[in-house]
């Protein structure tokens, strides 16, 4: 079995990319806030936000340990720290819902919100990289 070498534009880490990480969030989370705050449900906007920026936080952290990887760093380092980044992201979710109640579950739709915009950001790489080859 062969593995995909750990490069290219899809893993390069940068200001650019780190922008990137950040700016679709933050444009999404103002608006969510401005939408909701006009209905009159401001703190759904709050929360969904929350849950943006807790994505936001996992990207960043990610683009971190992707950062350090050496080629020889054995496959379960690499899944313990994913599994606690994971893990802490998920407690910080699960007791803002729980503050939060009744409408705290909303921080879990920003997070899938965020991984949805994360898997369409990555699936265009991909895609533009098989075009060029």
């Keep these: 079995m062969t593995t995909a070498p750990m490069s290219g534009p899809a893993l390069t880490s940068g200001p650019g990319r780190v922008a990137r990480t ?3 969030p933050v444009v999404l989370g103002a608006g969510a806030i401005a939408v909701a705050a006009v209905v009159g449900h401001a703190l759904v906007g709050v929360l969904l936000t929350v849950g943006l920026a807790l994505g936001a936080v996992n990207g960043l952290l990610q683009e971190r340990a992707a950062a350090r990887l050496q080629p020889t760093d054995d496959r379960s380092v690499i899944i313990g720290g994913s599994m606690r980044r994971l893990g802490l992201i998920t407690v910080v979710a699960l007791v803002i819902a729980v503050l939060a109640r009744p409408l705290g579950w ?4 920003g997070l899938a919100i965020y991984q949805l915009l994360t898997l369409a950001a990555a699936l265009g790489v991909a895609a533009k ?3 060029t080859g």
């Design 106 to 109: 909303i921080v879990f739709i």
């Design 129 to 131: 990289e098989a075009r």
């Design 22 to 24: 950040l700016v679709l």
